[in-house]
């Protein structure tokens, strides 16, 4: 039994952080593994196998002596985007990799997980390296929201539309009415700030001045967006940006991701099948462009991140991603790391919107109101929705 109580609590954070990787594949099968119907959804098994690949790389390599690596070959096939570390599969080639086989990956994490716990126990657990275990839980967490999202699209876009997992818990919100909520004209503060982990591009905490706004106190639901296509929504491009609009004809774009209009009847894939689409939901799986023509329709706008900051005390978030109209740039004084771990945010601060918040599919103890999400204009497959603002 181990004496040290902080050794046993990083133990067990560790450990029930992984298993919570597993449990969310438990409902699959084995083919659901390794596919990958588009270039931004990962098979499940590759996201198994690169968060284990972070630890071994980053942590049991540099960090604890003669610690053999499971299989030097996974480098290449698990490395993600770190130019640092070295060559790798190119990601739309993720799909093709048969082999390593799920029962390879999942010795492969049995083994570093093992490994880890050794490490966890030793001498070797130096303050810099807890800083880089942090870092590593919190990228697994990362890992684990975009497993249930890709787990999604695979299964949304099997032509049987399978179920996920019966009697997940419901992702449905109690209906209230749509209120806005005044700011006055002010200098707020907007920023991590305290204790606790966070990610580099949410440091350095800073002033940022605000016009009066108003932001609204809850999520546009299924029933007001279908308002938006009934009114010729996808047809009107006055409501569209002009990349916008070409993405909607060039997709025949008529409806947000998974709703089928089927006899009449709109349909909605969730992870428990295809069902009738609730209208008192909260709307779900759309775009940037989307999320802005709605809110134009509406003769309102998305809320600046700051906005959504500086706002977020004073309504409930946390139910979808929430998209602003914030494109993502570093905050004043933002400084990249040296090495590999430099490559984690900086590198993409360029042609993506910011979103807000969290979500259904976001880990246990991965939230807070600082946290800079941020994805391109035309990816739908988040679990991502609209807070109105004017």
């Not at 588009?38 to 002596?65: A, Q, R, Y």
């Not at 082999?99 to 001498?123: G, H, I, K, N, W």
């Not at 259904?360 to 990816?379: D, E, K, M, Q």
């Amino acid at each position: 039994m181990i004496a040290n109580p902080k050794i046993n609590k990083a133990v067990k954070k560790f450990t029930d952080i992984r298993n919570h990787s597993i449990a969310i594949c438990a409902p699959l099968e084995i083919e659901d593994y390794v596919v990958q119907p588009i270039v931004d959804v990962s098979p499940p098994k590759w996201h198994l196998g690169h968060t284990t690949w972070f630890f071994e790389t980053f942590i049991l390599m540099p960090h604890f002596p003669g610690y053999e690596v499971f299989d030097s070959q996974y480098n290449f096939v698990f490395n993600s985007y770190y130019e640092t570390i070295g060559a790798r599969v190119i990601r739309t080639d993720r799909g093709n990799l048969s082999r390593p086989s799920v029962a390879d990956v999942y010795r492969y994490r049995q083994y570093v997980d093992e490994q880890m716990q050794a490490f966890l126990q030793s001498e070797w657990l130096t303050d810099s390296v807890e800083s880089l275990l942090e870092l590593g839980l919190n990228h697994e967490q990362q890992h684990q929201e975009l497993l249930l999202t890709d787990i999604k699209y695979i299964l949304g876009h099997n032509p049987l539309f399978p179920v996920y997992k019966k009697n997940k818990a419901s992702e449905k919100e109690e209906l209230v009415p749509m209120e806005m909520i005044s700011f006055a004209e002010g200098i707020y503060e907007i920023g991590f700030s305290g204790n606790g982990f966070c990610f580099d591009n949410e440091l350095g905490r800073h002033k940022v001045y605000l016009p009066d706004f108003k932001i609204a106190s809850r999520a546009v639901t299924n029933g007001e967006y279908l308002q938006f296509i009934e009114d010729g929504g996808y047809t009107d491009f006055r409501h569209w940006h002009a990349e916008g609009w070409d993405w909607v004809k060039q997709n025949n774009a008529q409806s947000p991701l998974y709703w089928h209009h089927i006899d009449g009847k709109w349909m909605y894939y969730t992870l428990e099948g295809l069902q009738e689409l609730d209208l008192e939901e909260t709307l779900c799986h759309i775009n940037f462009y989307e999320a802005s023509a709605y809110a134009a329709w509406k003769g309102m706008r998305l809320p600046t991140e700051a906005e959504w900051e500086v706002a977020s005390e004073k309504f409930k978030w946390g139910n979808r991603w929430e998209w602003t109209g914030s494109a993502y740039l570093p905050y004043p004084g933002f400084k990249k790391e040296a090495g590999a771990v430099g490559e984690y945010n900086g590198k993409f601060m360029v042609n993506q919107m910011v979103l807000r918040g969290a979500s259904v599919a976001t880990s246990p103890w991965h939230s807070r109101n600082t946290y800079r999400n941020f994805f391109h204009a035309s990816l739908q497959w988040q679990f991502t929705g609209i807070r109105l603002a004017k």
